[in-house]
């Protein structure tokens, strides 16, 4: 059976990690420092009220980041107290996964793509150049093994990046980042195809990604590889 988007969520919390972690009240408070929204959203971990959001944004403040909450699957009742408070969506998501075995089926050409750990400068600039800056480094270098990063090469240059761990059985690429030059020259297809073989030798039985609905390239490079939709989720940030 393919993971749910429930499992999923786990497998960022264990791929991507906040730099720590506290329970108050119903809430898991994560901290980023610097590394997105993504490990600094809060979550909801069971039954809560109007004190309790008020208590989750002194702790969010406290720790010197917006208000933000994850919402996902089963949130409703948060979504709703949150848009009443003024808390507009943002950068809704999309869950994609497949079985490894369907994604490792034809290795990328030769020096093409390549598995590094720990990053390479080249690949620092690469994610510099697309936004993703020491701060989401930080994470990946905190996360636990197994994990790697693709380096990706076309026309004897470097093209693009990306990094990807595993939980339970599960792997999980984040941060994709193909340069403009080497864009519409397969460059993200051979980084997938690279990543599912080093997820397929590591013991991952489901490959997955998570992409903002907003980035349609992305989506559509992940539906070609005939990655399936499995959930959403989204933020509300003050």
Not at 9 to 38: H, K, N
Not at 47 to 59: G, H, K, L, R, S
Not at 190 to 213: H, I, P
Request: proline letters at 6%; one cysteine or more.
């Amino acid at each position: 059976m393919m993971p749910t988007a429930h499992q999923l969520y786990d497998v960022i919390d264990s791929t991507w990690p906040a730099a720590s972690y506290q329970t108050i009240g119903p809430w898991l408070i994560r901290e980023g420092r610097g590394g997105g929204q993504r490990v600094s959203a809060t979550i909801a971990n069971g039954p809560f009220n109007d004190t309790d959001i008020a208590t989750a944004e002194q702790a969010m403040q406290a720790l010197d980041q917006p208000s933000i909450f994850m919402i996902r699957a089963g949130d409703d009742a948060l979504d709703a107290a949150l848009a009443a408070r003024g808390y507009p969506i943002v950068d809704p998501v999309n869950l994609y996964v497949t079985p490894t075995d369907q994604l490792a089926t034809e290795r990328p050409p030769r020096v093409t793509a390549f598995c590094v750990w720990p990053p390479l400068a080249i690949q620092h600039d690469i994610w510099a150049k697309g936004g993703i800056g020491a701060g989401r480094i930080d994470v990946m270098l905190r996360a636990k093994d197994p994990r790697t990063t693709i380096l990706g090469r076309l026309n004897d240059h470097p093209a693009g990046t990306a990094y990807v761990g595993i939980h339970q059985g599960i792997a999980m690429l984040h941060a994709l980042e193909i340069l403009p030059h080497q864009r519409k020259q397969r460059m993200g297809v051979y980084a997938m195809r690279q990543a599912g073989f080093w997820a397929q030798e590591n013991g991952a039985r489901y490959f997955s990604v998570v992409c903002t609905q907003a980035n349609a390239g992305a989506n559509a490079l992940y539906t070609s590889l005939g990655m399936a939709l499995v959930g959403q989720y989204h933020y509300r940030r003050k």
